[in-house]
């Protein structure tokens, strides 16, 4: 597994997110909700792993590129996404 960088929900993805995620990301930051407390939004991680890249977020969404080139979404608890 090859270390990518980290940058905070709701914010644009660094240059080096592919493009192809940035949708689905996009679409998990709108789902995140605001904390009326001023907590601090999670975080994304991305890593690159078998050479694709996966966008995890710090509440377990996992974005990442199968290897027919799909994009998908899903949970660290999801069957298959660990």
Do not use: F, K, N, Y
Not at 25 to 48: E, F, H, K, N, Y
């Amino acid at each position: 597994m090859q270390l990518g960088t980290r940058w905070t929900s709701g914010d644009a993805p660094p240059a080096a997110v592919p493009a192809d995620l940035h949708e689905q990301i996009a679409a998990v930051d709108a789902t995140v909700p605001s904390d009326g407390l001023g907590q601090p939004r999670p975080r994304w991680t991305l890593t690159w792993l078998e050479g694709r890249p996966v966008a995890e977020l710090d509440t377990g969404v996992v974005v990442r590129r199968e290897a027919d080139g799909r994009v998908v979404v899903g949970h660290l608890d999801d069957d298959g996404l660990s």
